[in-house]
C-alpha cells in the first residue's frame, strides 16, 4: 500500500514537472525576435464582413502592438514593411474569419430596459492570427480570437480593437 502511494506520488510529480516546463516554452514561442512585421490581413470569402474591415483590422494590431511595445520593449523595430534581412524577423498576418454587427431593434432594447440592455447590442469580429519566422516561414503561434464589443461602444470596429489589443496582449504572453 505504501509503495504503491509512494509510486503515484512520484508519477504525479514527474507529470506537474512536464506540464510546467512545458507551459514554460510555450511561453517563450515569440522569444529572440527583434523585428515584427505586420504583413497582411485578409478576409474569408464567406465571412460576410465588407472588404473596408481589413485595413482597420491591420491599423488597430499595428497600432496596439507599438503601444505595448512602447512599455514593454518586445521588439526593436514593429513594422508593416518586411527588412532586406530576414533574420530575427516574426512576421503576422490575419486573416477575418465572420463578424456579427450590432442590430437596431437590440439598440432601441436596449433603451428601455435599464442595467440589462447593455449586453444586448453586442458586435463581434472573429479573427486567426499566425506568427510567421522570416527565415524558415513556419508558424511559430496560431491564434484564435472572438472579440465582442458591448453597451455604447457596440460596433465592429471597437470590436476589432479589442481583439487588437487582445493579441498585443498573447505576444506579452508568449515574449
Given amino acids: 500500500m505504501v509503495n504503491r502511494f509512494g509510486r503515484l506520488i512520484v508519477f504525479m510529480t514527474v507529470i506537474a514537472v512536464f506540464c510546467c516546463y512545458g507551459q514554460a516554452l510555450a511561453k517563450k514561442r515569440l522569444k529572440g525576435y527583434d523585428t515584427l512585421v505586420v504583413s497582411s490581413v485578409t478576409v474569408k470569402p464567406d ?35 518586411m527588412p532586406s534581412s530576414k533574420a530575427g524577423v516574426v512576421v503576422l498576418d490575419a486573416e477575418i474569419l465572420s463578424y456579427a454587427p450590432p442590430s437596431a431593434g437590440r439598440r432601441v432594447g436596449r433603451s428601455f430596459i435599464p442595467g440589462v440592455g447593455g449586453h444586448l447590442g453586442s458586435a463581434s469580429v472573429q479573427f486567426t492570427c499566425k506568427f510567421i519566422d522570416g527565415e524558415k516561414g513556419t508558424v511559430v503561434l496560431n491564434q484564435d480570437v472572438n472579440a465582442s464589443s458591448s453597451g455604447s461602444d457596440d460596433t465592429v470596429e471597437y470590436a476589432i480593437e479589442r481583439g487588437a ?9 508568449n515574449r
Avoid at 473596408?52 to 508593416?80: E, G, S
Avoid at 489589443?165 to 504572453?173: D, N, S
Fill in 47 to 81: 465571412a460576410g464582413i465588407p472588404e473596408r474591415y481589413a485595413p482597420n483590422l491591420k491599423d488597430a494590431i499595428l497600432r496596439q502592438m507599438q503601444r505595448y511595445n512602447a512599455k514593454y520593449k518586445w521588439f526593436k523595430k514593429i513594422t508593416t514593411k
Fill in 165 to 173: 489589443e487582445y493579441m498585443a496582449k498573447v505576444v506579452k504572453k
